[in-house]
């Protein structure tokens, strides 16, 4: 049973930084994804960003590529989405979600990871 705790939304304005952290339980799979998803309501959940742990692969949506960056903490159980030139379309439910062993390359289908974090919401808005 892996936990996630999330952490790190709010509200910003247009063309500010926000980061989200995603604490897990430690666990011992040998292959760890972590994977990034937003929401807003009445829309499906969207694939954002994905990182392996160990930090040697990383994914990004086209949307958010150039703009987001994914990485993880020197302790292993701490992963970040760092989100810079932020929009309003940006503006959603933030999920960070944990897949142990095999999934989809890329990993951007939802129902492929099996735990998932609470949700933060961040709102882009001047």
């Known amino acids: 049973q892996v936990q996630l705790l999330e952490s790190g939304g709010g509200l910003v304005q247009p063309g500010g930084s926000l980061r989200l952290s995603c604490i897990t339980s430690?666990?011992?799979?040998?292959?760890?994804?972590v994977g990034w998803f937003r929401q807003v309501p009445g829309k499906e959940r969207e694939w954002v960003a994905a990182i392996y742990r160990g930090g040697r692969r990383t994914y990004y949506s086209d949307s958010v590529k150039g703009r987001f960056a994914v990485s993880q903490g020197n302790d292993k159980y701490t992963f970040y989405l760092q989100m810079n030139a932020l929009k309003p379309e940006d503006t959603a439910v933030y999920y960070c979600?944990?897949?142990?062993?095999?999934?989809?390359?890329?990993?951007?289908?939802?129902?492929?990871?099996?735990?998932w974090g609470q949700g933060t919401q961040i709102t882009v808005s001047s």
């Open positions: 430690p666990t011992t799979a040998a292959s760890v994804v």
């Open positions: 979600a944990v897949q142990e062993g095999a999934i989809s390359d890329p990993p951007v289908k939802a129902d492929e990871y099996f735990y």
